[in-house]
């Protein structure tokens, strides 16, 4: 009896809290939205996948190779389709295969061929990586076909051929091309580097939420603001002290990570496809010494920007009930979105200096700049992302100013005035 | 003329968000070098207008001047006069009593002269041994005397005490009142403070001002308002001004 109450109490005096509420019920339609965007983004791309057309270039005049083609279209219920170049295959198609000249010669005489593929990769997303994978399953299909084709030729049992395709794939992405294999490895780096950022900008926002409340819990608080300090002075250096205890926090969690990094690796589903592993180092190299430096301006933009943006809930919050309450709701969402992004996918052009908007999404948005040769795209983020991570800052600075910082916003009941 | 004035407040309203009003038309003067006690029921308003005047709060109407200077427009210069203990005050838990005496006095002092200030604190706050601990294990009155300590050490020209004395035993208070009569005389600060404890006031204040509901009731010197209600001590003074 004494015990249910004392749970109903524990569970009440959470639930009483208008924060809370509001916190959850942020959740919840936040959460249901971007499931929603998910959804639609891999229904689209995988309805892509199953019933998308492969135009087909065959550079090769040979019998053998145009009875494969066709023996390959009939398999794959006339998904094929023979285009005259790889260029206006593209336009039409998600994905073009090359068959190239000697081809059906080299079929009868050799084990390893290659076939080429290309496709256009117009966002930085992992659904995207369906799109070769088309063409690695062409491939898969045409060297069943092809051994069959050997094995009737020879006159010998199917089992004693081998051979092997081995499909070449080009992604084009903005002007440049780009290895598929190579790409994928650089999103999974891309994407895990944004998933360390995200649990880093978390930490250092539940972190500074928490300390302005327990600085008000801890009754110290008043005293201070009517120290001959300005405001200013108090809340930027609230700022840069959330900054710099983010950073020991960096370091320790970085080892962690970077010893997770090393080990995880992601073998893609299609047979034929090499493993595909993500390299901190591999991304490094690609992005250049630029992108590294933007990179580094990116993480140190981010934990300014969760420290303020921690510091805003944490002054507007009377205790830390109420940091935490709002500040976990806030925080996860942000990290969501990080996860959200990799199948949503970021748009490779010039909108994606958009992604400086969340401040979070500015590694993508390097990276985006990074595949597409075009500085512009990261400077233009960075940039964003600086007045945004300002404007967060001036925020707090205007809150401090004011009396919120004491009494909070108002989220009370309107009482009866007496 | 202002310059005599320490405090002076004008019809100041406070409207808390949500619709209460703290301060309903409130208007008093402190002259410099008083000390002055804000008496009144729980909910009154006592700590709206402490709060005001430090310059925590802004007025929702009428005005606070300081030594002549508004409280909103020039809150630091304001701010640079006056030293505030709040109703509750704490410390950082896990700093020591000293490291949080350093951080506040280095606020306003350097060099020698900072020294001079955290060792007279100390003093102040009497904790021995106890000062080179962290503040998580304090008691009230031991976070109390610290905040204190503080708040005296700043030697401002106007102290402002929200029930300087709450939560401190018998001896204690008695130290701490004497302490303040002993500031505000040698140095000549001007001191506001409120309090429930009326023969604190007495003892200490030299005029009282007695608020009800967000207005000033009644106010005068201890023992005029004494003879005027024919009472035999400020607590009666109080039932009868409250209740008539
Ligand atoms: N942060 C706040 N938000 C809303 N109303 C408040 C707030 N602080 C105080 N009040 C209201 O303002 C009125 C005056 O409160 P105040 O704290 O000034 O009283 P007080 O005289 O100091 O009382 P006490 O003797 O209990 O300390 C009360 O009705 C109180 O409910
Ligand atoms: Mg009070």
């Known amino acids: ?418 | 003329m202002s310059s005599s004035i320490a405090i002076d407040v004008r019809d100041l309203v406070k409207v808390y968000p949500g619709g209460v009003r703290g301060v309903d038309g409130l208007s008093f003067r402190v002259v410099a070098g008083e000390i002055y006690g804000l008496v009144g029921p729980n909910g009154s308003g006592k700590t709206t207008t402490l709060r005001i005047i430090a310059t925590l709060l802004k007025p929702s109407g009428g005005s606070v001047r300081v030594f002549g200077l508004d409280v909103v427009s020039d809150a630091i210069k304001v701010r640079e006069l006056i030293a505030y203990l709040p109703e509750e005050a704490g410390a950082y838990r896990d700093l020591t009593g000293i490291d949080f005496v350093r951080f506040f006095l280095g606020a306003r002092f350097r060099g020698s002269r900072l020294e001079e200030a955290v060792e007279e604190a100390v003093k102040i706050a009497d904790l021995g041994s106890d000062i080179k601990r962290p503040v998580r294990g304090y008691s009230k009155g031991m976070k109390r005397l610290l905040a204190l300590s503080v708040v005296l050490a700043s030697r401002p020209k106007l102290l402002i005490f929200d029930e300087p004395t709450s939560g401190l035993d018998v001896e204690r208070s008695l130290r701490v009142r004497n302490l303040v009569r002993d500031y505000a005389r040698r140095y000549g600060v001007t001191v506001l403070l409120s309090s429930h404890n009326m023969l604190e006031v007495e003892y200490l204040c030299d005029r009282v001002g007695i608020i009800y509901r967000g207005k000033l009731v009644v106010e005068g010197v201890p023992e005029e308002l004494k003879a005027r209600y024919s009472a035999r001590n400020l607590e009666e003074v109080f039932v009868r001004a409250v209740g008539g």
Do not use: C, H
């Open chain 1, 1 to 418: 009896m004494v015990f249910t109450a004392l749970v109903k109490k524990e569970v009440m005096v959470v639930l009483k809290s208008p924060a809370f509420i509001a916190g959850l019920v942020f959740l919840v339609v936040y959460f249901g939205v971007l499931g929603r965007v998910i959804g639609v983004a891999t229904e689209q791309v995988t309805k892509e996948a199953v019933e998308s057309y492969v135009g087909v270039v065959s550079e090769d005049m040979n019998i053998v190779t145009q009875w494969l083609l066709q023996a390959a279209n009939s398999t794959l219920k006339g998904r094929l389709v023979t285009v005259p170049t790889v260029e206006e295959g593209l336009s039409k198609f998600p994905a073009v295969l090359l068959i190239p000249a000697g081809f059906g010669e080299s079929l009868l005489r050799n084990k390893t061929l290659y076939v080429y593929g290309y496709t256009v990769i117009d966002r930085v997303s992992l659904l995207q990586t369906s799109r070769y994978q088309i063409v690695f399953s062409v491939v898969k299909v045409l060297e069943e076909l092809g051994k069959v084709l050997v094995a009737m030729e020879e006159g010998v049992n199917l089992s004693e051929i081998s051979r092997t395709f081995i499909p070449r794939v080009e992604a084009r992405a903005g002007g440049k091309v780009v290895d598929v294999n190579v790409l994928s490895s650089l999103l999974i780096s891309t994407m895990m580097l944004a998933y360390m950022v995200g649990i880093l900008g978390m930490l250092a926002l539940m972190y500074s939420a928490q300390s302005v409340a327990t600085e008000k819990e801890e009754k110290a608080f008043e005293m201070l603001l009517t120290l001959p300090i300005s405001r200013k002075a108090i809340a930027v250096a609230k700022v840069v002290g959330a900054v710099v205890l983010s950073v020991i926090m960096v370091v320790a969690y970085f080892a962690g990570f970077s010893f997770i990094f090393a080990s995880v690796s992601t073998p893609t589903s299609v047979e034929g496809s090499q493993v595909v592993t993500g390299s901190l180092w591999d991304l490094m190299q690609f992005l250049g010494s630029e992108g590294i430096i933007l990179l580094s301006i990116s993480l140190g933009l981010m934990l300014m920007f969760s420290g303020s943006l921690g510091l805003l809930i944490g002054s507007m919050s009377s205790d830390t009930r109420v940091a935490g309450a709002v500040a976990g709701p806030i925080g996860a969402a942000l990290y969501v979105s990080l996860l959200a992004a990799q199948f949503i996918g970021v748009p490779l052009s010039s909108f994606s200096s958009l992604l400086g908007l969340s401040v979070y999404g500015l590694p993508l948005a390097i990276f985006a700049s990074s595949v597409l040769g075009d500085r512009a795209i990261a400077l233009q983020a960075t940039g964003i992302a600086t007045a945004v991570t300002l404007i967060t800052v001036l925020a707090v600075v205007r809150v401090f100013e004011s009396e919120k910082i004491l009494i909070g916003i108002s989220v009370r009941r309107r009482r009866q005035a007496r």
